[in-house]
């Protein structure tokens, strides 16, 4: 087996505080660089009661803790208090159930909290700050076998009802003002085409602005709205549903009572989808073979023409991009009995080769402000983000489950919805105190946190490298405490040790291909080398 070694980057004149020990890097921030956003983290994983605010290097900013349990998503106002959604005991079941919304500030008091939970209602999975203050939430509502019938369900009706999704505005007055200024009712925008003496009996495929109630009978939750989103130049709402495998726009600009019909608003059509994407089969102006969207997640808005979101897919996942048919007053291009445009993606990112993800419920993506792509894979308890030549330039695995995990461990039950990045510089966090807490895993490895960068002013000197074996050897005759770490081409952490004027890497448990050894001096100059195994 053939193994060379080439000078690659140059020296770096940053210091650092090195351990003096060999250890794996396991979770927390296994990449960081310069191109990465300088940003704040959020996440809040399923099998904790806490939310945590992490820096770029995974050290803690802030934590806010809840007795409630988490029901799926978690915001930052632009005040920097937490928005958190937790659960209410109901008979509505399954993932993304909730019932509550609670508001924390930056010091961890409760401050606020609503509840939309019974019986007949239940709060899930998503919502979306307004720019006004107040809350788009998604909403279960039960309906019964009778009613079902009534719309022209055909088929066994599930034991427990139908669901069909609400969305309602809450507004925000004080701690404990609180009151739905707005809703949508899926189930006013319903169609058949099977039973012609029911009201919303029609052809499907002519009809794309409504829901066909027919399709995927077998389930109680069969729209399973999971994600919401808001464009307030547009006054529309972006949602998506699992089961349909759809995103679909709504007119917000609606009174409630023009919502719950086809006509007003802003954009004529009253509560009736504006449009939809992603499974043409859904409104019967398509085959299987022009599905697009696979069970997909928090679909948003990155300006007015395109949406974001992420591809769950079936084995492995994408995030991707959708160029909109929109024209400059927020109407969508549409030909009758024809599926909506586009046919394809303007652009998507599944890993290729090299960083294959899948997560086959949950997870997110956004855009961030420096235009980089956050993407959270929510069943991997991992969040990435990816420059404009989709390359990785941070990479982190949330440190905790059931408890916090130890540098070394293999994090399990880490899941969580999605997640948020913030610029450092946001002016959300002006006034509060965003010092470091220290690395949010327990035994943490002191220095793994490097940016990988360059600048040309010389190396260390003498610096020689040979391979005895699976055995990568460095000397140098400059002696003191020098460090060493061997990196993957994305800047991953494998190994981190310390030696004198002569140190070694056992690479045997590694794959052949390529990887970065980076020197650092007792002085803090450094040297990075491409090494080939």
């Not at 070694?5 to 003096?20: A, E, G, N, P, V």
């Not at 079941?93 to 019932?99: I, N, Q, V």
């Not at 409630?256 to 449009?275: F, N, R, V």
Request: glycine share 8%; aromatic share 12%; hydrophobic share 35%.
């Amino acid at each position: 087996m053939k193994k060379c070694i080439k000078i690659y980057i140059i020296i770096f004149l940053q210091s650092f505080f090195l351990s003096t020990y060999a250890q794996e890097i396991t979770l927390g921030t296994l990449t960081n660089t310069e191109e990465a956003l300088s940003s704040y983290t959020l996440f809040a994983p399923f099998n904790s009661f806490n939310a945590y605010l992490v820096n770029n290097c995974g050290e803690l900013i802030n934590e806010w803790g809840s007795d409630q349990r988490l029901a799926a998503s978690v915001y930052l106002t632009d005040d920097a208090e937490l928005v958190r959604t937790y659960k209410i005991s109901s008979s509505f079941f399954g993932g993304g159930a909730g019932g509550g919304i609670e508001i924390f500030n930056w010091e961890g008091d409760r401050i606020w909290h609503f509840e939309y939970a019974s019986d007949e209602y239940l709060l899930h999975h998503d919502i979306e700050i307004l720019p006004n203050g107040n809350i788009l939430a998604i909403a279960w509502v039960l309906k019964s076998a009778e009613e079902a019938v009534s719309k022209g369900k055909v088929g066994n009706v599930p034991p427990n009802g139908l669901w069909p999704d609400r969305i309602i505005e809450i507004q925000r007055g004080g701690s404990n003002d609180k009151e739905v200024v707005w809703s949508w009712d899926a189930w006013d925008h319903l169609i058949q085409d099977v039973d012609p003496s029911k009201e919303n009996y029609g052809e499907v495929a002519l009809n794309p602005e409504r829901i066909n109630i027919n399709i995927y009978s077998n389930e109680a939750d069969w729209i399973h709205l999971n994600s919401i989103d808001y464009h307030p130049e547009l006054d529309q709402i972006l949602v998506g549903s699992r089961h349909f495998s759809e995103i679909w726009v709504i007119d917000h600009s609606t009174t409630t009572e023009e919502a719950a019909s086809s006509q007003g608003g802003m954009y004529g059509k009253g509560g009736d989808l504006l449009y939809r994407w992603g499974n043409p089969f859904a409104y019967k102006s398509g085959f299987q073979n022009d599905q697009r969207l696979f069970g997909q997640h928090d679909a948003e808005w990155i300006s007015e023409n395109r949406i974001l979101l992420f591809n769950n897919g079936d084995q492995r996942s994408s995030v991707d991009i959708l160029n909109l048919p929109i024209d400059e007053n927020g109407f969508y291009d549409y030909q009758e009995g024809q599926p909506y445009l586009p046919d394809e993606f303007s652009w998507s990112y599944d890993g290729g080769v090299d960083n294959v993800f899948f997560s086959a419920s949950v997870s997110g993506t956004a855009q961030l402000d420096n235009g980089n792509i956050l993407v959270a894979s929510g069943e991997e308890g991992r969040i990435f983000e990816l420059n404009d030549q989709d390359e990785i330039v941070w990479d982190y695995i949330i440190p905790v489950g059931p408890q916090v995990f130890a540098q070394g461990d293999d994090p399990f039950l880490n899941q969580f919805f999605k997640s948020e990045k913030y610029a450092v510089n946001d002016i959300r966090f002006n006034s509060v105190d965003v010092s470091s807490q220290g690395p949010l895993e327990l035994n943490p490895v002191e220095g793994s946190c490097e940016l990988i960068s360059s600048t040309d002013d010389g190396i260390l000197d003498n610096l020689q490298l040979e391979w005895l074996s699976d055995l990568l050897i460095i000397r140098t005759a400059e002696s003191g405490n020098h460090h060493l770490r061997l990196f993957t081409p994305a800047g991953q952490l494998l190994k981190l040790e310390e030696f004198n004027s002569m140190g070694q890497i056992d690479m045997s448990n590694l794959p052949q291909g390529l990887y970065l050894v980076s020197i650092t001096s007792k002085e803090g100059k450094k040297v990075v080398l491409k090494v080939f195994k």
